[in-house]
């Protein structure tokens, strides 16, 4: 059983930065691969970066560049950390595991105002 508690979200405006932390209950050295994904209003969760567990990264296009995904398996933290935000990055941010079957968390809001 994992439990994942996202925090950091908030209002910020264009341009700005937030990083994101989503705090593992367990040991997250033994999970294969952590992920942010995203939801805006009307539209479908999406996945924003992911991790795996020797630290290979993926990002979706639209954050490539401006998004970093990482990890620290001593804290059994992962992080978002996101820079030059846009207002269409407006969305509950998600974090999740996948451990043999999929544990998300309950979300963090990330508003940019243009």
């Known amino acids: 059983q994992v439990q994942l508690v996202e925090s950091g979200g908030g209002l910020v405006q264009a341009g700005g930065s937030l990083r994101l932390s989503c705090a593992a209950s367990?040991?997250?050295?033994?999970?294969?691969?952590m992920g942010w994904y995203r939801q805006a209003p009307g539209k479908q969760r999406e996945l924003v970066a992911s991790?795996?567990?020797?630290?290979?990264?993926s990002y979706e296009d639209s954050v490539r560049g401006r998004f970093t995904i990482s990890r620290d398996n001593a804290k059994n933290m992962v992080y978002l950390q996101m820079n030059s935000l846009k207002p269409e990055d407006t969305a509950v941010y998600y974090c999740?595991?996948?451990?043999?079957?999929?544990?998300w968390g309950k979300g963090t809001l990330v508003t940019v105002s243009a």
């Open positions: 367990g040991y997250i050295f033994s999970i294969p691969r």
């Open positions: 999740k595991a996948v451990l043999g079957r999929d544990y």
């Open positions: 991790i795996t567990s020797d630290d290979s990264t």
